[in-house]
Nanobody
Framework: QVQLVESGGGLVQAGGSLRLSCAAS????????MGWFRQAPGKEREFVSR???????YYADFAKGRFTISRDKAKNTVYLQMNSLKPEDTAVYYC?????????????????WGQGTQVTVSS
């Protein structure tokens, strides 16, 4: 049974930092692209960042310069370091995995999703 389990969310003041983790299990993820997404109350889910198996990264404009995605292949874990957090970053953050980078970026037909972790940034 494939599982993606996010952790590391919580309540933080504006300007603070959080590090999210997503542990993948249940199959081999060799060659998979991993991504982070978020969904704020009343809004659609949106793409945050992705990392290829090669380590190449890509970010949404709002994440550039503040968020850093990384992965530990040996642990099947992907991370999202979030710095300089703003109240508008408040959302449920989800990780996902798919063999296709384009499916991750376009959020279409993604193979595996996590259950999400809440991030709340207070002003």
């Amino acid at each position: 049974q494939v599982q993606l389990v996010e952790s590391g969310g919580g309540l933080v003041q504006a300007g603070g930092s959080l590090r999210l983790s997503c542990a993948a299990s249940g199959r081999t993820f060799t060659g998979y692209t991993m991504g982070w997404f978020r969904q704020a109350p009343g809004k659609e889910r949106e793409f945050v960042s992705r990392i290829l198996w090669s380590g190449s990264t890509y970010y949404a404009d709002f994440a550039k310069g503040r968020f850093t995605i990384s992965r530990d292949k040996a642990k099947n874990t992907v991370y999202l370091q979030m710095n300089s957090l703003k109240p508008e970053d408040t959302a449920v953050y989800y990780c996902a995995a798919d063999p296709s980078s384009s499916r991750i970026v376009t959020m279409r037909d993604i193979e595996y999703w996590g259950q999400g972790t809440q991030v709340t940034v207070s002003s």
